[in-house]
């Protein structure tokens, strides 16, 4: 019987994480990954990276980060292959640049950096100046301080293709996943009494990931880094959390996608953040009432970025996505019930509600739902308007349907016109809009001091 290629492993490790199923439990699941993590580095040991020659090395990486695999040994020694791989190429210059791209997109996107991406970096840069081909990237590879990293446009695009290809999650209790309580997760931060910035419906986990190692660096720096924070939720009175707060704080990002969460937690796990940054597949409402119960710190800001949108009324014969929520109130996650457990885990800091959606209805039924939940609008200095909305080349159907219908216009100085978390801070998802020439609605709420 033929033996599995290093690649042909990742794939069947991506493979057993993505068939989630209520019969097996995580715990069996992550022992069969663990399997062929050590069948690969048996392999690379005796093919010495010969059977993954072109950028399956990075294939590979990347398969293996997003089945959650957090094995720092096997990354590193796929880094090795792939700059191994590369110094071969370059002295003939046989690859083509697309294929040196792919490969260092996909590594970053696989989380390697510092010393694992520095000489991948430094060859594909030369072999790109050689090629006189993509020559703002070769600046940016050869940058001391490593810029080009997972957080890069890129590399997020990656995951965002990934993402959006798999199936939305629903609801599904078993015994099998209450045998994991998410508060094994809270309690894994070192400091409960840190403030709590929660990602629900976090996704793939790069926004906490984003904000926890901008604050991190911020912290052990010497240099001034209030630069990364100049747009922290930014309001007409200034900055309402600026980056010292930042720094001070616990990251926690949940979400009902054991696979997504699957991923963030290996680059938790890889990048040795556990003190600090935690992620949890559990339901939004269960987490956030467990947080509310049993978290002793405050929680200052929690974040709603890019929910899947219920499906739009507008038309009798609307069929739509059969995968997408079929009300605000039915299977939607920024629902009535979730918003006012926000509102409750927020009161004691009179923190921020974060909003961020692509779809202008939803947005505006979420934020005028959140105001009926105790939260009031803060007011933004970079206010959006419907000219600078109606600028996009084709504005989608939903969009056109709600305004012929009447529909409020997400606009004004409740509205945002620019990002407001730090550029770090954005998720794949916001990155693929800004690639596409999407608009992203977003708006600011606070907890009203009036509301008891």
């Known amino acids: 019987m033929k033996k599995q290629s290093t690649l042909e492993l990742a794939h069947e490790a991506l493979n057993i994480a993505s068939k989630i199923s209520p019969v097996e439990d995580k715990i069996q699941r992550r022992k069969k990954i663990q399997k062929l993590v ?16 072109g950028r399956a090395s990075a294939d590979a990486a990347f398969s293996f980060a997003l089945a959650g695999v957090d094995d720092k040994e096997l990354y590193q020694i796929l880094s090795i292959v792939a700059w191994k791989e590369l110094e071969r190429a370059e002295k003939r210059l046989s690859f083509q ?37 993509h020559l703002d990237l070769v600046e940016i590879l050869r940058r001391e301080n490593n810029d080009f990293d997972l957080f890069s446009s890129r590399p997020l695009l990656w995951l965002w293709r990934f993402s959006s290809r798999q199936t939305k999650v629903k609801e599904i209790v078993t015994e099998n996943m209450l045998k994991s309580s998410p508060l094994s997760r809270l309690e894994a ?39 990364g924070f100049n747009s922290f939720l930014a309001s007409e009175e ?16 949940c979400d009902l996608s054991e696979l997504k969460t699957g991923y963030a937690q290996g680059i938790v796990n890889r990048w040795n953040l556990g003190s600090r940054v935690q992620f949890v597949c559990q339901s939004a409402q269960d987490f956030l009432e467990e947080i509310e119960a049993n978290y002793p710190g405050e929680v200052p800001l929690v974040l709603v970025q890019f929910p899947s949108p219920f499906k ?17 109130e039915d299977g939607f996650l920024a629902c009535k019930k979730l918003l006012h457990t926000i509102a409750s885990v927020l009161r004691p800091s009179r923190g921020y509600l974060l909003l961020q959606s692509n779809v202008e209805d ?26 600078s909305l109606d600028k996009v080349k084709r504005l989608p159907q939903r969009t056109v349907d709600w305004m012929q219908s009447g529909g409020e216009r997400a606009v004004g100085d409740k509205w945002s016109a620019v990002p407001l978390l730090p550029r770090r801070g ?27």
């Open 38 to 53: 050590n069948q690969a580095k048996e392999r690379l040991q005796i093919t010495l990276g010969t059977d993954i020659r």
């Open 97 to 133: 640049s697309k294929t040196i791209l792919q490969m260092v997109e996909r590594l970053a996107a696989a989380g390697l950096r510092d010393d694992d991406a520095r000489n991948i970096h430094r060859v594909a840069a030369n072999y790109l100046e050689q090629k006189g081909e």
């Open 189 to 227: 931060l070192h400091d409960l009494k840190r403030p709590l910035v929660v990602d629900v419906g976090c996704g793939m986990g790069v926004s906490i990931l984003g904000l926890a190692t901008t604050a991190l660096l911020a912290k052990d720096s010497d240099e001034d880094m209030t630069e």
């Open 238 to 253: 200034g900055l309402l959390m600026d980056y010292t707060a930042l720094m001070q704080a616990n990251f926690v990002g």
């Open 312 to 328: 739009f009324r507008g038309k009798a014969d609307d069929v739509g996505n059969s995968q997408l929520p079929l009300s605000s």
């Open 362 to 387: 939803v947005a505006v039924v979420i934020r005028n739902t959140a105001l009926t939940m105790g939260f009031e609008s803060v007011p933004l200095p970079n206010y959006q308007t419907a000219s």
């Open 426 to 452: 954005a998720t794949e998802t916001e990155i693929s809009y800004e690639f596409l020439g999407t608009n992203v609605h977003r708006c600011l709420l606070q907890v009203s001091s009036s509301d008891e």
